[in-house]
């Protein structure tokens, strides 16, 4: 009666392991990009099909106006990023969002030119508090927030010289088995780029 007893409680306690294993690795399996197939966002992505005039963001102007300071995130890569024909060699690049004829790409910039676009393979909406989270906050000394604020009143009393503030931005990088995976965070948006680590 009591080896009955024991083996119904150890069936029992088997049956709620395996249960939440099951939860565990479903929750995951989800979290972790399920539905994100690197190879068929690789191969539906498609490279602008023309080129700029003078390779010059024909957008540049406006932001120029618009912003206090440049808005474009710089970003660095010490690898070799292959997209398609495109060889991106190590440097710094200013990464630029845009849509052209409907759709997103991000241009890679130096010195002002663009030297490469690039389409968004999977392009979402930015976390809530993502900025919060995970930009720093820049620690000022008495003088430097006193300065702040009368730059500030300046600019509010001043309004035909104002600039805004440029959208905050974040670029992360992953590296998997056969693909570097950029996500460029811009403001409200989160673009995901894919570069294949050998040119094949």
Do not use: H
Request: net charge positive; glycine share 4%.
């Amino acid at each position: 009666m009591l080896d009955k007893r024991k083996k119904s409680i150890i069936i029992l306690i088997m049956r709620k392991i395996f249960l939440l294993l099951f939860i565990f690795f479903t929750f995951v399996t989800n979290a972790f990009g399920a539905d994100f197939d690197c190879d068929a966002l690789y191969d539906a992505a498609e490279p602008f099909a023309s080129k700029l005039y003078n390779d010059i963001d024909p957008f540049e102007d406006e932001d120029s106006i618009k912003y206090a300071w440049s808005p474009y995130p710089l970003f660095r890569t010490s690898a070799f990023l292959y997209f398609k024909d495109y060889a991106i060699e190590p440097g710094y690049y200013s990464l630029t969002p845009r849509t052209l004829q409907g759709k997103d790409y991000v241009f890679f910039k130096q010195g002002g030119k663009v030297v490469f676009i690039i389409p968004v393979a999977k392009k979402e909406k930015t976390p809530l508090n993502f900025y919060d989270a995970n930009i720093p906050k820049v620690t000022q000394t008495k003088m430097q927030k006193f300065a702040a604020t009368v730059r500030k009143k300046f600019y509010d009393t001043a309004k035909d010289s104002r600039r805004v503030t440029p959208p905050s931005s974040l670029v992360n990088v992953d590296v998997e088995v056969k693909y570097i995976i950029i996500t460029l965070y811009y403001g409200d948006d989160k673009f995901t780029l894919l570069f294949r680590r050998t040119p094949y």
